[in-house]
């Protein structure tokens, strides 16, 4: 359900056992395994190897070193392990050891952007990004050489020389390159462009690639009167956290569909059944082929029988935006808060959602509709989808959107509230979505997105100690363009600096 428009690979390998006294300490395993040219199959439970092929981890941590360089060190975050490598970090979301030293679970999400320009990145590997980035763009036409096959084999080399051909008819020829924040702004004839992240293989070849318009405003109220101006339902709400009057309010009350934004109210209710005592973050939950969803994430492709922690899950669910771990959660807490927590009545989890937006469901698609707000027969409704066929991924390519009836809808003024709740957990913090966390001192940040419908709400603290929320919500029943309003909202949270 987010889209960003090229998506950087994220990391997971997870399997489990029960971990007892331990020959070595965590962080001794960590180091060895993170800092090894070759690791080694018997630094790896049986049980974990019966789960996850040593091949299969081989070529991931193959892979790791790749996208990410050289391992540097072990650090922390928040009271978890954070592996720093040359070009950026992994979070260590899970990491248990058996009585023998070998590892019985492993899980890991990419680190905040922060960490690595701060801690990582190193003034040689910098200096080689920043010649690509410059070669790449002063090309003409594309080099699609400089991208590597897999990426080819998402974006053909007939659409990326179409879509950089665009990018030069309408900015017109490019002028030079700064370093901003912890990607690039590039400068053409009649425009700037920001290109937030790229990353690279073994081999230099590009694997990953974000380029976002530039949008500055003057004022709030500059601000407003664009999103204002974009055709559809829009919301937008700036606020001072704990102050009753809004910095910009446009539509902040208004119910609109906000996609995976609404797993904040998951995370939440979450947070509390710990902080109650009814669960602990270490707790696991088993994987069935029952609570597969579709992507966004990876855990849909995960064996049946994994077991996950919670903290794990929420990682997944909050900064990869993953399905299946979102489902496994709110399967977890229950409904029932989750749904007060977000205002709705009888809400769908992401499963249920792509199964009623599936061609082959239609006649539960009408049911759905029909049901309007009783409760009763929409559970019974979704009772049904959670076992019907799920559609191809390919449905969501098509243009077409039942965003008005199959979603979540909140006010932007609710999900400023459901972040504020959850802003000071990690697991909000290591995707900072549109913000550049060198402007401010935090960045919490959740989003959404499917045809028709996109959200971003972000808390940041400001290196002056203000505390603010920035929601903003576009619903319109046809594609959107999601770069022009990622780059709108990227101007709000420039002003707010």
């Known amino acids: 359900m987010n889209r960003p428009f090229l998506t950087l690979t994220s ?20 180091t060895r395994l993170l800092s090894a040219p070759e690791i080694k199959a018997e630094w790896f439970s049986p049980d974990f190897l019966a789960q996850v092929p040593f091949e299969t981890i081989a070529a991931q941590f193959r892979g790791i070193t790749g996208m990410y360089g050289n391992f540097v060190r072990l650090d922390t975050l928040q009271d978890r392990p954070l592996a ?33 320009a701060d801690q ?15 070669k790449l763009f002063r090309s ?38 700064e370093e901003a924040g912890n990607g690039w702004r590039l400068t053409f004839e009649k425009g700037q462009l920001n290109v937030q992240a790229i990353t690279v293989d073994a081999q230099g070849l590009i694997t990953g690639l974000q380029l976002q318009p530039v949008v500055t405003y003057g004022t709030l109220d500059e601000a407003r009167a664009a999103f204002a101006a974009l055709p559809g339902q829009v919301s937008l709400l700036v606020q001072e956290v704990g102050q009753p009057q809004p910095l910009a309010d446009l539509n902040s009350r208004k119910l609109l569909a906000i996609g995976s934004a609404f797993k904040l109210a998951i995370l939440g209710e979450l947070q509390a059944q710990v902080t109650r005592g009814e669960r602990k973050w270490t707790d696991e939950v088993t994987l069935t082929d029952a609570d597969k969803s579709l992507p966004s994430g990876t855990l849909q492709d995960a064996p049946a029988g994994s077991r996950y922690t919670l903290r794990d899950l929420a990682a997944r669910m909050i900064s990869q935006s993953d399905n299946t771990a979102t489902d496994l959660l709110l399967k977890t807490v229950g409904r029932a808060g989750v749904e007060a927590r977000l205002g709705q009545t009888a809400m769908p989890d992401t499963r249920e959602f792509f199964a009623l937006k599936n061609p082959a469901n239609i006649e539960l698609l009408r049911a759905y509709r029909d049901a309007g707000l009783d409760r009763d027969a929409r559970r019974e409704v979704l009772e049904q989808a959670a076992t019907a066929p799920l559609p191809n991924v390919g449905v969501f390519t098509q243009g077409k959107t039942t965003a008005q009836d199959v979603e979540w809808f909140v006010s932007a003024q609710r999900l400023c509230r459901l972040m504020a709740d959850v ?7 290591l995707n900072p979505g549109a913000a550049d966390p060198s402007d401010f001192k935090n960045v919490s940040f959740k989003g959404g997105s499917e045809i028709g419908v996109i959200n971003l709400t972000t808390q940041v603290t400001t290196k002056a100690g203000k505390t603010l929320c920035v929601s903003a919500t576009w619903n319109r029943p046809e594609p959107l363009n999601e770069q022009q309003f990622v780059a709108m909202y990227g101007g709000v949270l420039k002003l707010l600096r």
């Open 140 to 177: 003409d036409p594309i080099d699609t050489a400089l991208f590597s096959p897999e990426f080819l084999a998402q974006v053909s080399a007939e659409k990326l020389t179409e879509q950089f051909a665009e990018i030069r008819a309408e900015n017109g020829a490019f002028q030079s390159i």
């Open 84 to 116: 720093v490598y040359e070009r950026g970090t992994l979070v260590i979301t899970a990491a248990a050891l058996d009585d023998q030293g070998r590892l019985t679970t492993f899980g890991a999400v990419p680190g905040p952007a922060s960490a690595a």
């Open 423 to 429: 802003a000071a957990l990690p697991e909000t913090q």
């Open 11 to 30: 990391i997971a390998l997870v399997a489990s056992a029960s971990a007892q006294a331990q020959t070595v300490t965590q962080a001794e395993a960590l």
């Open 120 to 134: 990582a990145a190193t003034q040689a590997a910098r200096a080689q990004a920043t010649a690509l980035v410059e």
